[in-house]
């Protein structure tokens, strides 16, 4: 279901769609600059912040997420994310007058239901739109979201939580919600009633499931394609480590090279939620360039090899190392912590835009929530908490380091994406890749 060519008005809805993403995505990410004032407030232990940042919103997001995504398949995608919106402000507001733990830790499991349509019927939105020649392109402006948040959740977020406190900034970060709800309800058309042939987007067209299916069938089809299940642990996997940086690399750069809380953020921000923007937005323009001449996954297993690399000497430079060389208060590592944020998200828009291909139409909105459940689950659930619970267990043998070590081992995880996308590559949706995106030797 594809428009020819793209209008303002499918542009308008690609930037209601990124705004919002980038709304839940500073819910997120900001999260990261309270982990301090938070556990300080609440008594509570690095474990228990990981539990509250990640794995209590993942686990919530698993049971719902994909409900969400055949929801989205069936109703009007426009007016759930308008509800989504309203419940996830709500949810926010709530959290900041939590009176304990315990309570911050519920208002963050709701605010994952409110979360679990988002992408799901974001992209599936954007791939109705958008042909399948500026598709890759229209993901990686929407996905630039996540980190155009970062920036603000890391640097305007940090100075926020130091000025009014972590309460204060929830309240402000809850207010641009109604508006998108607003919008998204009264001026967004959901544009599915605009119909072209459907073998132009997928190579399996229809499934023979319809939308009014069964959600077990409709699941066990998708996970009968061998491509699209390697694609999406892949996928899962390199989300550990990406998402256990960048909740804990502001914290990172507090304990381990001495910086306040506001300089950490900006650091973080600039650095990592910047340079991850740029190559985002890089991988989206070249990913069909590069498709057609090295095949789809060049672009992942490259970034991923060069983001390890630069995490892991960005990880392991010495405090005060070669911090001559550069400006007062920004440690020389910073370089490394840029490279490796610009090459390890490499991996996300050739990716989705692949599987939108190797999966049938009336079923991408459950098939890109399959992948965002296991995405949030492992990547948000997981690494955030594994550092947590790494870094209490090393803090007896490396003190105030026990963090740097923690987010080393945790960063591993990306080799194992490498390996499962080799397998992939070996195997690839050879209907798909020939069709659309010609391999040449």
Request: aromatic content about 12%; glycine content about 8%.
């Given at each position: ?182 919008i998204f309800y009264f001026f967004m058309p959901d544009p599915r009633h605009v119909k072209v042939a459907p073998t132009e987007d997928s190579i ?71 340079a991850a923007a740029i190559g985002i937005l890089l991988s989206g323009y070249l990913a069909n360039r590069i498709a057609r001449r090295k095949g ?146």
């Open positions: 279901m594809n428009i020819a060519t793209p209008t303002w008005r499918q542009h308008l809805l690609l930037l209601m769609l990124t705004l919002f993403y980038i709304e839940a995505f500073v819910g997120r990410q900001i999260m990261a600059v309270m982990i301090e004032p938070i556990k300080t407030e609440f008594g509570a232990s690095d474990g228990q912040m990981g539990l509250l940042t990640g794995l209590a919103f993942a686990i919530v997001f698993a049971l719902t997420g994909l409900s969400a995504g055949r929801l989205a398949d069936r109703v009007s995608r426009t007016k759930l994310l308008a509800a989504s919106a309203i419940c996830w402000g709500v949810f926010t507001v709530i959290s900041g007058v939590a009176t304990g733990f315990i309570m911050l830790l519920i208002m963050r499991m709701l605010i994952a239901v409110a979360e679990s349509p988002i992408t799901a019927a974001s992209l599936s939105l954007l791939a109705d739109t958008y042909p399948i020649e500026q598709r890759a392109f229209a993901i990686s402006c929407f996905t630039s979201g996540a980190t155009i948040s970062a920036i603000i959740a890391l640097t305007v977020g940090a100075h926020w939580v130091e000025l009014y406190g972590w309460r204060d900034t929830l309240f402000i970060i809850s207010l641009p919600a109604a508006f998108i709800a607003f399996y067209a229809q499934s023979p499931i319809d939308n009014a299916g069964n959600f077990k069938e409709s699941t066990k089809s998708l996970f009968k394609l061998k491509d699209y299940r390697l694609l999406i642990y892949a996928s899962a996997i390199a989300t550990i480590s990406a998402n256990a940086f960048g909740m804990w690399n502001a914290t990172f750069l507090v304990r381990s090279h001495d910086l306040t809380l506001t300089q950490a953020g900006m650091m973080a921000g600039f650095f990592g939620g910047g789809p996954l060049w672009m992942p297993l490259t970034g991923h090899l060069l983001g390890w690399s630069c995490m892991m000497i960005y990880l392991l430079w010495p405090q005060g190392l070669g911090d001559s060389w550069f400006f007062t208060n920004v440690p020389f590592a910073m370089i490394f912590c840029g490279l490796a944020s610009f090459f390890s998200v490499w991996w996300f828009s050739p990716s989705i835009s692949l599987l939108t291909e190797i999966v049938p139409n009336n079923q991408r909105a459950l098939a890109i929530s399959i992948q965002t459940v296991l995405v949030t689950l492992l990547g948000l659930g997981v690494g955030p908490m594994l550092v947590g619970f790494l870094s209490d267990i090393f803090s007896a043998v490396a003190g105030g380091e026990s963090l740097r070590y923690a987010l080393v081992v945790t960063s591993l995880s990306t080799l194992i994406s490498v390996v499962i996308l080799f397998r992939l590559k070996s195997y690839q949706a050879k209907q798909a890749l020939l069709n659309h995106h010609p391999i040449h030797p």
